[in-house]
């Protein structure tokens, strides 16, 4: 049972600078999630996948967020032009349709 | 959308004692989850409870679905029970897109 992993686990970034994160999902899941969390508060729904299609987006997710599933299997997440505000830690879920959700470990983004 | 009330905020216990943690829905929800969140920021599922009772080993869940609330009960606390508890549904009539809606969670320390 490898679980699902993210990469990297921790980013430092300059205000401004792109990044990406990576998400490998259980093998069988078709289902994937990202969700953000800040600082005392509880994860918010960012996007999601069935194999390869996004198929919702929050509002929380502006024009400078993209994520993408090629293949139904693994994700990234790119931040464009990131701002302080976009710190985060940034979680990635998968699951079997809409049944229980695993989680990673997260990656903890810092912008200065 | 739903919104997800979870009490107490906060909660200190001693070695060896008992607890409730409750979670309110605004509305009804499908795919109710509840989730342990460790100091390291890792999400760890408990239960995957939308209706009825499940147990555990010392931890126990039980979902009123028609009363829009769950409850998770933790019996015996031990000081790696410390952390943050959160639950998580999805709105019915959403289309079972499993996209969660997290309460702000509970803190919990337990004390040697």
């Known amino acids: 049972d490898t679980g699902v992993s993210q990469n990297p686990r921790h980013k430092i970034t300059k205000r401004g600078q792109n990044v990406t994160f990576r998400c490998d999902p259980i093998?069988?899941?078709?289902?994937l999630y990202w969700y953000r969390q800040t600082l005392g508060q509880g994860p918010e729904f960012l996007t999601y996948?069935?194999?390869?299609?996004?198929?919702?987006k929050s509002r929380l997710l502006s024009d400078r967020f993209s994520a993408e599933r090629p293949k139904g299997s693994f994700s990234t997440l790119e931040i464009q032009r990131t701002e302080q505000g976009d710190s985060a830690m940034y979680l990635c879920?998968?699951?079997?349709?809409?049944?229980?959700?695993?989680f990673g470990p997260g990656t903890r983004l810092l912008v200065l | 959308g739903i919104q997800v009330e979870q009490s107490p905020p906060d909660l200190i216990l001693q070695e060896g004692a008992n607890s409730t943690l409750r979670c309110n829905f605004s509305?009804?929800?499908?795919?109710l989850q509840w989730f342990h969140q460790n100091p390291w920021g890792q999400l760890i599922n408990l239960f995957y409870?939308?209706?009825g009772t499940k147990q555990n080993g010392r931890l126990s869940a039980t979902t009123v679905a028609t009363e829009r609330y769950s409850l998770l009960y933790i019996s015996s606390s031990q000081t790696t029970d410390s952390g943050v508890y959160f639950c998580?549904?999805?709105?019915?009539?959403?289309?079972?897109?499993?996209?969660?809606?997290f309460g702000q969670g509970t803190t919990l320390q337990v004390k040697p």
């Open positions: 998580a549904g999805d709105t019915h009539g959403s289309g079972n897109t499993g996209k969660l809606i």
């Open positions: 879920a998968s699951s079997i349709l809409q049944e229980t959700q695993y």
């Open positions: 409870i939308p209706s």
């Open positions: 509305d009804s929800v499908n795919n």
């Open positions: 093998s069988e899941h078709n289902r």
């Open positions: 996948f069935q194999n390869e299609a996004q198929l919702e």
